[in-house]
Protein backbone atom coordinates (compact mmCIF):
# COMPACT_ATOMS: atom_id res chain seq x y z
CA UNK A 1 0.00 0.00 0.00
CA UNK A 2 2.87 2.51 0.78
CA UNK A 3 4.51 1.61 -2.21
CA UNK A 4 1.44 1.97 -4.41
CA UNK A 5 1.22 5.07 -2.74
CA UNK A 6 4.60 6.40 -3.14
CA UNK A 7 4.20 5.35 -7.03
CA UNK A 8 1.71 7.55 -7.13
CA UNK A 9 2.93 10.61 -6.08
CA UNK A 10 5.77 10.50 -7.90
CA UNK A 11 3.96 10.00 -11.37
CA UNK A 12 3.09 13.80 -10.29
CA UNK A 13 6.23 14.66 -9.34
CA UNK A 14 5.53 15.18 -5.52
CA UNK A 15 7.64 13.65 -2.57
CA UNK A 16 6.65 13.67 0.71
CA UNK A 17 9.58 14.90 2.72
CA UNK A 18 8.64 17.44 4.43
CA UNK A 19 6.04 17.20 7.81
CA UNK A 20 4.14 20.00 5.94
CA UNK A 21 3.55 17.85 3.11
CA UNK A 22 2.22 14.76 4.79
CA UNK A 23 -0.06 16.55 6.77
CA UNK A 24 -1.40 18.46 4.08
CA UNK A 25 -1.56 15.34 1.96
CA UNK A 26 -3.52 13.48 5.22
CA UNK A 27 -5.52 16.43 5.69
CA UNK A 28 -6.80 16.13 1.73
CA UNK A 29 -7.23 12.71 1.75
CA UNK A 30 -9.43 12.12 5.18
CA UNK A 31 -11.33 15.22 5.11
CA UNK A 32 -11.30 17.99 2.29
CA UNK A 33 -12.54 15.79 -0.48
CA UNK A 34 -15.72 14.60 1.31
CA UNK A 35 -16.11 17.83 2.76
CA UNK A 36 -16.16 19.34 -0.46
CA UNK A 37 -18.21 16.42 -1.71
CA UNK A 38 -20.69 16.94 0.72
CA UNK A 39 -20.95 21.15 1.17
CA UNK A 40 -21.34 21.23 -2.43
CA UNK A 41 -24.24 18.47 -2.59
CA UNK A 42 -25.77 19.90 0.41
CA UNK A 43 -25.92 23.60 -1.18
CA UNK A 44 -27.07 22.69 -4.73
CA UNK A 45 -29.80 21.01 -2.67
CA UNK A 46 -30.41 23.92 -0.52
CA UNK A 47 -30.19 27.03 -3.06
CA UNK A 48 -32.66 24.47 -5.20
CA UNK A 49 -35.66 24.00 -2.48
CA UNK A 50 -35.37 27.53 -1.43
CA UNK A 51 -35.65 29.12 -4.85
CA UNK A 52 -38.47 27.18 -5.77
CA UNK A 53 -40.35 27.33 -2.38
CA UNK A 54 -39.42 31.32 -2.83
CA UNK A 55 -41.06 31.38 -6.23
CA UNK A 56 -44.20 29.75 -5.64
CA UNK A 57 -44.41 32.15 -2.59
CA UNK A 58 -44.00 35.10 -5.11
CA UNK A 59 -46.57 33.93 -7.25
CA UNK A 60 -49.08 33.45 -4.96
CA UNK A 61 -48.58 36.71 -3.49
CA UNK A 62 -48.56 38.26 -7.26
CA UNK A 63 -51.86 36.61 -8.02
CA UNK A 64 -53.48 38.12 -5.04
CA UNK A 65 -52.15 41.58 -5.61
CA UNK A 66 -53.00 41.19 -9.36
CA UNK A 67 -56.72 40.38 -8.60
CA UNK A 68 -56.46 43.52 -6.32
CA UNK A 69 -55.34 45.82 -8.99
CA UNK A 70 -57.28 43.80 -11.80
CA UNK A 71 -60.74 44.88 -9.77
CA UNK A 72 -59.92 48.19 -9.17
CA UNK A 73 -58.63 49.03 -12.91
CA UNK A 74 -61.96 47.30 -13.78
CA UNK A 75 -64.11 49.03 -11.62
CA UNK A 76 -63.13 52.78 -12.54
CA UNK A 77 -63.37 51.21 -16.38
CA UNK A 78 -66.94 50.19 -15.85
CA UNK A 79 -67.62 53.83 -14.62
CA UNK A 80 -67.18 54.94 -17.66
CA UNK A 81 -70.95 53.73 -18.88
CA UNK A 82 -72.09 55.77 -16.20
CA UNK A 83 -70.04 59.35 -17.17
CA UNK A 84 -70.70 59.02 -20.24
CA UNK A 85 -74.34 58.75 -20.18
CA UNK A 86 -74.29 61.63 -18.00
CA UNK A 87 -71.68 63.78 -20.59
CA UNK A 88 -74.23 62.66 -23.50
CA UNK A 89 -77.32 63.38 -22.31
CA UNK A 90 -75.24 66.95 -21.30
CA UNK A 91 -74.08 67.48 -24.94
CA UNK A 92 -77.94 66.84 -26.60
CA UNK A 93 -79.23 69.56 -24.44
CA UNK A 94 -79.49 72.50 -26.05
CA UNK A 95 -78.14 75.66 -25.04
CA UNK A 96 -81.04 77.64 -25.14
CA UNK A 97 -83.01 78.56 -23.51
CA UNK A 98 -80.22 79.03 -20.86
CA UNK A 99 -82.12 77.55 -18.06
CA UNK A 100 -82.44 73.76 -19.60
CA UNK A 101 -78.85 73.76 -20.56
CA UNK A 102 -77.92 74.83 -16.80
CA UNK A 103 -80.09 72.61 -15.07
CA UNK A 104 -78.60 69.76 -17.12
CA UNK A 105 -75.11 71.39 -16.12
CA UNK A 106 -75.76 71.36 -12.91
CA UNK A 107 -77.17 67.46 -13.12
CA UNK A 108 -74.29 66.00 -14.55
CA UNK A 109 -71.69 68.23 -12.53
CA UNK A 110 -73.49 66.56 -9.01
CA UNK A 111 -73.43 63.19 -10.60
CA UNK A 112 -69.93 62.90 -11.26
CA UNK A 113 -69.44 64.55 -8.39
CA UNK A 114 -70.87 61.87 -5.86
CA UNK A 115 -69.61 58.76 -8.46
CA UNK A 116 -66.09 60.34 -7.47
CA UNK A 117 -66.74 60.38 -3.89
CA UNK A 118 -68.63 56.65 -3.75
CA UNK A 119 -65.71 55.06 -5.75
CA UNK A 120 -63.10 57.46 -4.06
CA UNK A 121 -61.50 58.66 -6.70
CA UNK A 122 -58.69 60.97 -6.45
CA UNK A 123 -60.30 63.43 -9.45
CA UNK A 124 -63.09 63.70 -12.49
CA UNK A 125 -61.88 65.93 -15.41
CA UNK A 126 -63.75 66.21 -18.20
CA UNK A 127 -63.67 67.92 -21.35
CA UNK A 128 -66.30 69.67 -23.35
CA UNK A 129 -66.62 72.10 -26.59
CA UNK A 130 -66.00 75.22 -26.05
CA UNK A 131 -69.43 76.20 -27.10
CA UNK A 132 -70.76 74.14 -24.37
CA UNK A 133 -69.49 76.92 -22.02
CA UNK A 134 -71.09 80.07 -20.80
CA UNK A 135 -67.57 81.04 -19.32
CA UNK A 136 -64.92 79.87 -21.95
CA UNK A 137 -62.98 78.61 -19.20
CA UNK A 138 -65.14 76.08 -17.78
CA UNK A 139 -65.61 75.87 -13.88
CA UNK A 140 -61.70 75.79 -13.51
CA UNK A 141 -62.48 72.58 -10.94
CA UNK A 142 -63.53 69.67 -13.25
CA UNK A 143 -64.81 70.94 -16.52
CA UNK A 144 -62.77 72.27 -19.12
CA UNK A 145 -62.93 72.92 -23.13
CA UNK A 146 -61.18 70.50 -25.11
CA UNK A 147 -58.43 72.89 -25.89
CA UNK A 148 -57.20 72.47 -22.14
CA UNK A 149 -56.26 68.81 -22.81
CA UNK A 150 -52.45 69.70 -22.96
CA UNK A 151 -52.45 70.71 -19.24
CA UNK A 152 -53.05 67.14 -18.42
CA UNK A 153 -50.15 65.87 -20.78
CA UNK A 154 -53.31 64.55 -23.54
CA UNK A 155 -53.89 65.20 -27.03
CA UNK A 156 -56.78 65.25 -29.29
CA UNK A 157 -54.62 62.56 -31.27
CA UNK A 158 -54.13 60.39 -28.95
CA UNK A 159 -57.86 60.43 -28.24
CA UNK A 160 -58.66 59.72 -31.69
CA UNK A 161 -56.02 56.78 -31.88
CA UNK A 162 -57.58 55.40 -28.96
CA UNK A 163 -60.78 54.66 -30.54
CA UNK A 164 -64.13 54.19 -27.74
CA UNK A 165 -61.94 52.56 -25.75
CA UNK A 166 -60.12 53.15 -22.39
CA UNK A 167 -56.31 53.52 -21.82
CA UNK A 168 -54.70 54.31 -18.95
CA UNK A 169 -51.79 56.95 -18.71
CA UNK A 170 -49.23 57.46 -15.56
CA UNK A 171 -48.65 60.98 -14.99
CA UNK A 172 -46.22 61.88 -12.14
CA UNK A 173 -46.79 65.36 -10.06
CA UNK A 174 -49.27 66.33 -12.50
CA UNK A 175 -50.53 69.92 -11.98
CA UNK A 176 -54.12 70.27 -11.13
CA UNK A 177 -56.03 73.67 -11.06
CA UNK A 178 -55.38 75.47 -7.81
CA UNK A 179 -59.11 75.61 -7.07
CA UNK A 180 -58.75 71.91 -7.02
CA UNK A 181 -55.51 71.33 -5.36
CA UNK A 182 -52.25 73.49 -5.04
CA UNK A 183 -49.90 70.75 -4.59
CA UNK A 184 -49.16 68.23 -7.80
CA UNK A 185 -50.69 64.64 -7.19
CA UNK A 186 -48.97 61.55 -8.96
CA UNK A 187 -51.68 60.17 -10.69
CA UNK A 188 -53.03 56.91 -12.23
CA UNK A 189 -55.70 58.44 -15.28
CA UNK A 190 -58.39 56.27 -17.29
CA UNK A 191 -58.54 57.90 -20.37
CA UNK A 192 -62.07 57.95 -22.29
CA UNK A 193 -63.49 59.97 -25.21
CA UNK A 194 -66.20 59.52 -27.99
CA UNK A 195 -66.02 61.44 -31.09
CA UNK A 196 -68.64 62.21 -34.32
CA UNK A 197 -68.45 59.56 -36.60
CA UNK A 198 -69.65 62.47 -39.20
CA UNK A 199 -67.52 65.00 -38.62
CA UNK A 200 -64.46 63.51 -36.80
CA UNK A 201 -64.58 66.03 -34.22
CA UNK A 202 -64.43 64.87 -30.40
CA UNK A 203 -68.00 65.13 -28.74
CA UNK A 204 -66.45 64.97 -25.26
CA UNK A 205 -63.73 63.45 -23.26
CA UNK A 206 -63.23 62.91 -19.53
CA UNK A 207 -60.10 61.35 -16.99
CA UNK A 208 -60.66 59.61 -14.21
CA UNK A 209 -57.72 60.76 -12.01
CA UNK A 210 -56.68 57.40 -9.09
CA UNK A 211 -53.61 58.44 -6.40
CA UNK A 212 -50.67 56.10 -7.21
CA UNK A 213 -50.08 55.51 -3.94
CA UNK A 214 -53.30 53.57 -3.55
CA UNK A 215 -51.54 51.38 -5.71
CA UNK A 216 -48.27 51.65 -3.59
CA UNK A 217 -50.01 50.40 -1.08
CA UNK A 218 -51.41 47.66 -3.11
CA UNK A 219 -47.53 46.46 -4.06
CA UNK A 220 -45.77 46.42 -0.42
CA UNK A 221 -43.86 44.11 0.47
CA UNK A 222 -45.21 40.06 -0.68
CA UNK A 223 -43.31 38.52 1.99
CA UNK A 224 -41.05 39.23 4.82
CA UNK A 225 -38.51 41.41 3.82
CA UNK A 226 -37.18 44.55 2.49
CA UNK A 227 -35.29 44.11 0.15
CA UNK A 228 -38.05 42.77 -2.09
CA UNK A 229 -40.04 45.03 -4.57
CA UNK A 230 -43.36 45.01 -6.46
CA UNK A 231 -44.16 47.19 -9.76
CA UNK A 232 -45.84 47.14 -12.87
CA UNK A 233 -44.69 48.05 -15.72
CA UNK A 234 -45.76 48.47 -19.47
CA UNK A 235 -44.84 46.91 -22.78
CA UNK A 236 -41.43 49.72 -22.79
CA UNK A 237 -40.35 48.05 -19.90
CA UNK A 238 -41.49 51.66 -17.80
CA UNK A 239 -42.46 51.69 -14.31
CA UNK A 240 -46.26 52.83 -13.85
CA UNK A 241 -46.76 51.67 -10.52
CA UNK A 242 -44.54 51.17 -8.03
CA UNK A 243 -44.44 50.73 -4.13
CA UNK A 244 -42.17 53.66 -4.04
CA UNK A 245 -43.38 56.36 -5.44
CA UNK A 246 -39.84 57.99 -6.85
CA UNK A 247 -39.16 55.53 -9.13
CA UNK A 248 -42.43 55.90 -10.87
CA UNK A 249 -42.00 56.83 -14.74
CA UNK A 250 -38.11 54.78 -14.98
CA UNK A 251 -37.07 52.36 -17.33
CA UNK A 252 -36.74 48.93 -15.97
CA UNK A 253 -33.31 47.35 -16.34
CA UNK A 254 -33.76 44.19 -17.41
CA UNK A 255 -30.66 42.76 -18.50
CA UNK A 256 -30.99 41.32 -21.97
CA UNK A 257 -34.03 39.85 -20.93
CA UNK A 258 -37.49 40.80 -22.70
CA UNK A 259 -39.86 39.83 -20.27
CA UNK A 260 -42.75 40.73 -22.84
CA UNK A 261 -41.82 38.05 -25.26
CA UNK A 262 -41.10 35.10 -22.91
CA UNK A 263 -43.43 32.29 -21.68
CA UNK A 264 -41.90 31.23 -18.53
CA UNK A 265 -42.68 33.76 -15.62
CA UNK A 266 -39.32 33.54 -13.18
CA UNK A 267 -36.22 35.36 -14.41
CA UNK A 268 -32.70 35.30 -12.79
CA UNK A 269 -30.86 38.87 -13.37
CA UNK A 270 -27.95 39.23 -12.34
CA UNK A 271 -28.32 38.85 -8.70
CA UNK A 272 -32.02 39.64 -8.22
CA UNK A 273 -34.66 37.06 -9.11
CA UNK A 274 -37.93 37.64 -10.92
CA UNK A 275 -41.26 37.04 -10.96
CA UNK A 276 -43.82 38.42 -13.98
CA UNK A 277 -47.64 37.79 -13.49
CA UNK A 278 -49.55 39.93 -16.41
CA UNK A 279 -52.96 42.06 -15.63
CA UNK A 280 -56.11 42.13 -17.62
CA UNK A 281 -55.13 44.83 -19.18
CA UNK A 282 -52.60 43.43 -21.48
CA UNK A 283 -50.31 46.79 -21.74
CA UNK A 284 -49.43 46.06 -18.17
CA UNK A 285 -47.86 43.42 -16.43
CA UNK A 286 -46.94 43.09 -12.53
CA UNK A 287 -43.47 41.99 -11.93
CA UNK A 288 -42.24 40.93 -8.27
CA UNK A 289 -37.92 40.99 -7.75
CA UNK A 290 -36.10 39.57 -4.82
CA UNK A 291 -32.21 39.70 -4.20
CA UNK A 292 -31.13 35.80 -4.97
CA UNK A 293 -28.87 36.51 -1.02
CA UNK A 294 -32.77 35.73 0.55
CA UNK A 295 -32.96 32.73 -1.33
CA UNK A 296 -29.90 31.24 -0.30
CA UNK A 297 -30.79 32.74 3.60
CA UNK A 298 -33.93 30.55 3.27
CA UNK A 299 -31.69 27.46 2.97
CA UNK A 300 -30.72 27.68 6.67
CA UNK A 301 -32.83 24.30 7.50
CA UNK A 302 -30.27 22.41 5.32
CA UNK A 303 -27.14 23.59 6.41
CA UNK A 304 -27.52 21.59 9.85
CA UNK A 305 -27.34 18.68 7.65
CA UNK A 306 -24.13 20.30 6.28
CA UNK A 307 -22.94 20.95 9.79
CA UNK A 308 -23.51 17.34 11.51
CA UNK A 309 -21.50 16.12 7.81
CA UNK A 310 -18.75 18.25 8.47
CA UNK A 311 -18.51 17.40 12.26
CA UNK A 312 -18.95 13.49 11.66
CA UNK A 313 -15.70 13.95 9.14
CA UNK A 314 -13.41 16.22 11.42
CA UNK A 315 -13.96 13.49 14.39
CA UNK A 316 -13.02 11.01 11.94
CA UNK A 317 -10.42 13.42 10.87
CA UNK A 318 -9.20 14.04 14.14
CA UNK A 319 -9.25 9.62 14.81
CA UNK A 320 -7.07 9.16 11.33
CA UNK A 321 -4.76 12.04 12.68
CA UNK A 322 -3.79 10.94 15.99
CA UNK A 323 -3.36 7.29 14.95
CA UNK A 324 -1.20 8.65 11.75
CA UNK A 325 0.91 11.00 13.50
CA UNK A 326 2.46 8.83 15.96
CA UNK A 327 5.65 8.91 13.73
CA UNK A 328 6.19 11.97 14.43
CA UNK A 329 5.38 12.66 18.14
CA UNK A 330 8.40 10.53 19.11
CA UNK A 331 10.62 13.25 17.52
CA UNK A 332 8.51 16.21 18.46
CA UNK A 333 9.12 14.68 22.44
CA UNK A 334 12.43 13.93 22.23
CA UNK A 335 13.18 18.06 20.61
CA UNK A 336 11.18 18.95 23.54
CA UNK A 337 12.96 17.24 26.52
CA UNK A 338 16.00 18.50 25.03
CA UNK A 339 14.98 22.23 25.13
CA UNK A 340 13.48 21.56 28.50
CA UNK A 341 16.90 20.24 29.49
CA UNK A 342 18.72 22.93 28.18
CA UNK A 343 16.05 25.40 29.99
CA UNK A 344 16.93 23.95 33.12
CA UNK A 345 20.59 23.60 33.67
CA UNK A 346 23.92 24.02 31.40
CA UNK A 347 23.83 20.14 30.50
CA UNK A 348 24.75 20.05 26.74
CA UNK A 349 25.48 15.97 26.79
CA UNK A 350 21.65 16.15 26.26
CA UNK A 351 21.98 17.40 22.54
CA UNK A 352 23.01 13.75 21.95
CA UNK A 353 19.50 12.51 22.05
CA UNK A 354 19.19 14.97 18.70
CA UNK A 355 22.06 13.21 16.67
CA UNK A 356 19.63 10.22 14.79
CA UNK A 357 17.34 13.50 13.83
CA UNK A 358 20.10 15.97 12.74
CA UNK A 359 22.95 13.54 10.94
CA UNK A 360 20.67 12.41 8.18
CA UNK A 361 21.17 13.41 4.88
CA UNK A 362 20.07 16.80 3.77
CA UNK A 363 18.02 15.46 1.13
CA UNK A 364 16.36 13.55 4.01
CA UNK A 365 15.41 15.89 6.14
CA UNK A 366 12.15 17.53 6.54
CA UNK A 367 11.65 20.47 8.29
CA UNK A 368 11.65 18.95 12.21
CA UNK A 369 14.60 17.46 11.29
CA UNK A 370 16.26 21.08 9.89
CA UNK A 371 14.60 22.71 13.42
CA UNK A 372 16.67 19.78 15.60
CA UNK A 373 19.79 21.01 13.75
CA UNK A 374 18.90 24.80 14.20
CA UNK A 375 18.16 24.23 17.51
CA UNK A 376 21.73 22.46 18.17
CA UNK A 377 23.76 24.78 16.35
CA UNK A 378 22.12 28.22 18.06
CA UNK A 379 22.53 26.50 21.58
CA UNK A 380 26.22 26.17 21.11
CA UNK A 381 26.37 29.65 19.64
CA UNK A 382 24.86 30.90 22.28
CA UNK A 383 27.73 29.87 24.90
CA UNK A 384 29.72 31.19 22.74
CA UNK A 385 28.63 34.90 22.35
CA UNK A 386 27.18 34.87 26.19
CA UNK A 387 30.19 36.81 27.31
CA UNK A 388 30.11 39.49 24.24
CA UNK A 389 25.67 39.73 25.52
CA UNK A 390 27.28 40.13 29.24
CA UNK A 391 29.43 43.10 28.17
CA UNK A 392 27.79 44.73 25.91
CA UNK A 393 24.76 44.45 28.38
CA UNK A 394 27.63 46.42 31.20
CA UNK A 395 28.81 48.68 28.81
CA UNK A 396 24.39 49.82 28.19
CA UNK A 397 24.01 50.38 31.83
CA UNK A 398 26.90 52.38 32.12
CA UNK A 399 25.94 54.40 29.06
CA UNK A 400 22.49 54.98 30.48
CA UNK A 401 23.88 56.06 33.93
CA UNK A 402 26.21 58.64 32.46
CA UNK A 403 23.22 59.73 30.55
CA UNK A 404 21.14 60.48 33.34
CA UNK A 405 24.73 62.15 35.47
CA UNK A 406 24.94 64.06 32.59
CA UNK A 407 21.38 65.61 32.27
CA UNK A 408 21.10 66.04 36.33
CA UNK A 409 23.84 68.89 36.53
CA UNK A 410 24.56 69.89 40.11
CA UNK A 411 26.03 72.79 39.35
CA UNK A 412 23.31 74.05 37.95
CA UNK A 413 21.35 72.61 40.63
CA UNK A 414 23.05 74.36 43.48
CA UNK A 415 23.27 77.94 41.72
CA UNK A 416 19.41 77.68 41.68
CA UNK A 417 18.87 76.48 45.27
CA UNK A 418 21.26 79.44 46.33
CA UNK A 419 19.09 81.72 44.28
CA UNK A 420 16.37 80.60 46.13
CA UNK A 421 18.16 81.36 49.55
CA UNK A 422 19.13 84.51 48.22
CA UNK A 423 15.89 85.55 47.20
CA UNK A 424 14.23 84.41 50.84
CA UNK A 425 17.16 86.79 52.67
CA UNK A 426 16.43 89.88 50.31
CA UNK A 427 12.41 89.65 51.06
CA UNK A 428 11.60 87.83 47.45
CA UNK A 429 9.79 85.52 49.07
CA UNK A 430 7.29 85.02 45.68
CA UNK A 431 10.14 84.92 43.20
CA UNK A 432 11.64 82.20 45.75
CA UNK A 433 8.49 80.06 45.83
CA UNK A 434 8.14 80.54 42.17
CA UNK A 435 11.68 79.65 41.56
CA UNK A 436 10.66 76.42 43.40
CA UNK A 437 7.72 75.50 42.11
CA UNK A 438 9.57 75.56 38.51
CA UNK A 439 12.23 73.55 39.98
CA UNK A 440 9.96 70.69 40.66
CA UNK A 441 8.30 70.93 37.90
CA UNK A 442 11.88 70.95 35.98
CA UNK A 443 13.02 67.68 38.13
CA UNK A 444 9.96 65.92 37.99
CA UNK A 445 10.13 66.33 33.96
CA UNK A 446 13.82 65.54 33.53
CA UNK A 447 13.63 62.05 35.92
CA UNK A 448 11.01 60.27 33.49
CA UNK A 449 12.19 57.61 30.53
CA UNK A 450 14.81 59.99 28.38
CA UNK A 451 13.59 57.51 25.11
CA UNK A 452 9.93 58.96 26.16
CA UNK A 453 8.43 60.71 23.80
CA UNK A 454 6.01 63.59 24.61
CA UNK A 455 3.71 66.34 22.56
CA UNK A 456 5.96 69.37 21.04
CA UNK A 457 3.76 71.64 23.63
CA UNK A 458 4.86 69.50 26.72
CA UNK A 459 8.63 69.93 25.32
CA UNK A 460 8.34 73.74 24.88
CA UNK A 461 7.09 73.92 28.07
CA UNK A 462 9.80 72.32 30.25
CA UNK A 463 12.75 74.21 27.59
CA UNK A 464 10.96 77.81 28.80
CA UNK A 465 10.98 75.87 32.84
CA UNK A 466 15.11 75.40 32.70
CA UNK A 467 15.05 79.36 31.05
CA UNK A 468 13.06 80.30 33.88
CA UNK A 469 15.40 79.19 35.84
CA UNK A 470 18.76 80.06 34.35
CA UNK A 471 17.39 83.48 34.06
CA UNK A 472 16.97 83.54 37.74
CA UNK A 473 20.98 83.10 38.93
CA UNK A 474 21.99 84.44 35.65
CA UNK A 475 22.68 88.52 35.86
CA UNK A 476 22.38 88.40 31.84
CA UNK A 477 19.23 89.21 30.36
CA UNK A 478 18.18 86.16 28.39
CA UNK A 479 14.81 86.62 26.32
CA UNK A 480 13.41 83.50 24.00
CA UNK A 481 10.27 83.43 21.97
CA UNK A 482 8.48 79.95 20.69
CA UNK A 483 7.33 79.96 17.22
CA UNK A 484 4.88 77.28 16.18
CA UNK A 485 2.33 76.74 13.89
CA UNK A 486 -1.36 75.57 14.72
CA UNK A 487 -1.72 72.34 15.61
CA UNK A 488 1.84 71.41 15.35
CA UNK A 489 2.30 71.24 18.81
CA UNK A 490 0.57 67.80 19.31
CA UNK A 491 2.94 65.95 17.27
CA UNK A 492 5.57 64.06 19.18
CA UNK A 493 9.26 64.18 19.70
CA UNK A 494 12.31 62.97 22.19
CA UNK A 495 12.13 64.12 25.69
CA UNK A 496 15.06 66.80 26.91
CA UNK A 497 16.14 67.87 22.97
CA UNK A 498 15.59 71.41 23.41
CA UNK A 499 17.76 72.06 27.22
CA UNK A 500 21.14 71.13 25.75
CA UNK A 501 20.72 73.58 23.09
CA UNK A 502 19.25 76.27 25.77
CA UNK A 503 22.31 75.54 27.63
CA UNK A 504 25.03 75.43 24.49
CA UNK A 505 24.28 79.12 24.01
CA UNK A 506 23.96 80.99 27.77
CA UNK A 507 27.29 78.78 28.14
CA UNK A 508 29.02 79.82 25.37
CA UNK A 509 27.07 82.46 23.04
CA UNK A 510 27.51 85.46 25.80
CA UNK A 511 30.49 87.06 25.54
CA UNK A 512 30.52 88.81 29.16
CA UNK A 513 28.26 89.29 31.87
CA UNK A 514 27.02 92.61 30.42
CA UNK A 515 25.58 91.22 27.45
CA UNK A 516 22.27 89.80 26.56
CA UNK A 517 20.59 86.88 24.63
CA UNK A 518 18.15 86.21 22.30
CA UNK A 519 16.69 82.41 21.47
CA UNK A 520 14.49 81.28 18.85
CA UNK A 521 12.66 78.08 18.59
CA UNK A 522 10.49 78.11 15.82
CA UNK A 523 8.75 74.76 14.38
CA UNK A 524 7.14 74.35 11.12
CA UNK A 525 5.74 72.05 8.34
CA UNK A 526 7.84 71.22 5.64
CA UNK A 527 5.65 69.32 2.81
CA UNK A 528 5.24 65.88 5.32
CA UNK A 529 7.87 66.74 7.97
CA UNK A 530 8.90 69.07 10.66
CA UNK A 531 11.25 71.76 10.37
CA UNK A 532 12.78 72.65 13.42
CA UNK A 533 15.11 75.69 13.78
CA UNK A 534 16.61 76.61 17.21
CA UNK A 535 18.40 79.93 17.10
CA UNK A 536 20.69 82.18 18.93
CA UNK A 537 21.71 86.37 18.57
CA UNK A 538 25.23 85.64 20.25
CA UNK A 539 28.72 85.68 19.60
CA UNK A 540 29.10 82.43 17.21
CA UNK A 541 31.61 79.99 16.25
CA UNK A 542 35.06 80.05 14.52
CA UNK A 543 35.48 77.68 11.94
CA UNK A 544 37.28 75.47 14.05
CA UNK A 545 34.80 74.65 16.69
CA UNK A 546 32.01 74.37 13.68
CA UNK A 547 34.16 71.97 12.15
CA UNK A 548 34.61 69.97 15.44
CA UNK A 549 31.05 70.04 16.42
CA UNK A 550 29.75 69.02 12.82
CA UNK A 551 32.20 65.95 12.56
CA UNK A 552 30.99 64.96 16.13
CA UNK A 553 27.19 64.84 14.46
CA UNK A 554 28.28 62.83 11.46
CA UNK A 555 29.81 60.00 13.59
CA UNK A 556 26.21 59.54 15.26
CA UNK A 557 28.43 58.89 18.91
CA UNK A 558 27.60 60.46 21.83
CA UNK A 559 31.12 62.06 23.05
CA UNK A 560 31.77 62.12 26.56
CA UNK A 561 34.52 64.10 26.40
CA UNK A 562 33.15 67.05 24.45
CA UNK A 563 29.92 68.53 22.87
CA UNK A 564 28.22 65.71 24.89
CA UNK A 565 24.90 67.24 25.08
CA UNK A 566 24.29 68.40 21.54
CA UNK A 567 25.76 64.86 20.17
CA UNK A 568 23.73 63.11 22.60
CA UNK A 569 20.27 64.73 21.34
CA UNK A 570 21.95 63.96 17.68
CA UNK A 571 21.74 60.22 18.61
CA UNK A 572 18.55 60.19 19.87
CA UNK A 573 16.76 61.33 17.31
CA UNK A 574 18.92 58.99 14.38
CA UNK A 575 15.43 56.65 14.62
CA UNK A 576 13.08 59.43 13.68
CA UNK A 577 15.14 61.90 11.26
CA UNK A 578 13.26 62.49 8.28
CA UNK A 579 14.15 61.13 5.24
CA UNK A 580 16.49 62.72 3.25
CA UNK A 581 18.24 63.94 6.22
CA UNK A 582 20.39 61.88 9.02
CA UNK A 583 21.46 64.31 10.92
CA UNK A 584 21.65 67.50 12.84
CA UNK A 585 22.31 70.59 10.65
CA UNK A 586 24.42 73.15 11.83
CA UNK A 587 25.25 77.61 11.21
CA UNK A 588 27.17 79.61 12.67
CA UNK A 589 29.60 83.09 11.79
CA UNK A 590 31.73 84.68 14.42
CA UNK A 591 29.35 87.74 15.63
CA UNK A 592 26.52 86.63 14.00
CA UNK A 593 24.91 83.37 16.31
CA UNK A 594 24.30 80.45 15.99
CA UNK A 595 21.67 78.19 14.43
CA UNK A 596 20.85 74.38 14.52
CA UNK A 597 18.04 73.18 11.74
CA UNK A 598 16.39 69.60 12.60
CA UNK A 599 14.17 67.95 10.29
CA UNK A 600 11.96 64.77 11.85
CA UNK A 601 8.61 63.15 10.91
CA UNK A 602 5.18 63.91 11.82
CA UNK A 603 4.48 61.11 14.26
CA UNK A 604 0.89 61.68 16.27
Given at each position: ???????????????????????????????????????????????????????????????????????????????????????????????????????????????????????????????????????????????????????????????????????????????????????????????????????????????????????????????????????????????????????????????????????????????????????????????????????????????????????????????????????????????????????????????????????????????????????????????????????????????????????????????????????????????????????????????????????????????????KLICVSKPNRI???FETEDGIEHFL????????????????????????????????????????????????????????????????????????????????????????????????????????????????
Amino acid sequence: MKKNIKRFLSSFHLKLNTVYKKLVCLTLVCSLVPLLLTSSISYYMAYSMSKNRTIDSLRAANRQIAININNRLSQIESLSNSISFYLYHLQKTPLYPLSEYLSAFSQSRNSIGSIKSTFKLLQITVFLPEDCFINPNGNGINFFPLNRLSDYNMTEQELFDAGSRSFWRTNKDLQFPAAFSAIPKSVMTCWNAYRNIYTGSLNYAFACHLRLSEFSELLSSPIDTSDSRSYVIDQDNRILMHSDEKKIGSLLAADQVNLWDETRDSFIVGDTLLVAQPLDNPSMMLITQIPLSYVRQNGNFILTFLLLAICSIIICTVCLSIAASKTFTRRFHTLSQVMESIKASENRDILKLLRPMTSRPACDRDELDQLAGTYETMVLEHDEYFKQILEMSLQTEKLKYQLLQSQINPHFLFNTLNTIVSCQSLGKVELASQTITNLSQFYRHLLHDPDHLIPIREELLVTELYLKLICVSKPNRITWSFETEDGIEHFLICKFIFQPFMENAIIHAIPDSNSSLHIVISIHYDEDTILIRISDNGIGMDKERLADIRQTLQKHQADYDKNYGISNVNVRLTPYFAPGSDTIQLESHPGCGTSFTIHLKQIL
